[in-house]
T-cell receptor, first 112, second 109 residues
């Protein structure tokens, strides 16, 4: 089944403890992206990647890192999480910038 | 990318057609209209997209006005499972999706 898989689905962590949220797609898509969703603010793009080893900042990249070493994986790294990064995170992938994107099921992160 | 305007919420009776409007008066010639929906806090689900011609797939129909300044998503026979937030997005070959606040559709039994 074609899908975008995020792990973990739920995570509670403490301030400053490094964490990684994984994202994997099995559709051989070139484009991948991370979003965060907060009440009243909609989905905002964090980072995106056009292909392996090519990444760029979205609208809210501060406090996040990404890497794209393989086409199928696009992990989101929080080196030193803070409470304002408590949010619902979505990974997405697409064939190209001119086609629709497919979203994962989300990761609900709480930083205390 | 052009900005879109949608009603905050709408109700629709089960079995009836749900017509969700979207205004995108600043759309430019190479920008497509995309529709997604989000059920509860699940990942957004792609529904349909179009450039200037009307489009139909197994989920919905998309009607785009001739001047392309507005569009309507039509769910022909709404069911309770269509209750969701529907997002209209205009994008023109970029890697960015700008999600607004969408329309919260409630399908009533």
């Amino acid at each position: 089944e074609a899908q975008v898989t995020q792990n973990p689905r739920y995570l509670i962590t403490v301030t400053g403890k490094k964490l990684t949220v994984t994202c994997s797609q099995n559709m051989n898509h070139e484009y991948m992206s991370w979003y965060r969703q907060d009440p009243g603010l909609g989905l905002r793009q964090i980072y995106y990647s056009m292909n392996v080893e090519v990444t760029d900042k979205g609208d809210v990249p501060e406090g996040y890192k990404v890497s794209r070493k393989e086409k199928r994986n696009f992990p989101l790294i929080l080196e030193s999480p803070s409470p304002n990064q408590t949010s619902l995170y979505f990974c997405a992938s697409g064939i190209s910038k001119n086609t629709e994107a497919f979203f994962g099921q989300g990761t609900r992160l709480t930083v205390v | 990318d052009a900005k879109t305007t949608q009603p905050t919420s709408m109700d629709c009776a089960e079995g009836r057609a749900a017509n969700l409007p979207c205004n995108h008066s600043t759309i430019s010639g190479n920008e497509y209209v995309y529709w997604y929906r989000q059920i509860h806090s699940q990942g957004p689900q792609y529904i349909i997209h179009g450039l200037k011609n009307n489009e139909t797939n197994e989920m919905a129909s998309l009607i785009i006005t001739e001047d392309r300044k507005s569009s309507t998503l039509i769910l022909p026979h709404a069911t309770l499972r269509d209750t969701a937030v529907y997002y209209c997005i205009v994008r023109g070959g970029t890697y960015k999706y700008i999600f607004g606040t969408g329309t919260r559709l409630k399908v009533l039994a």
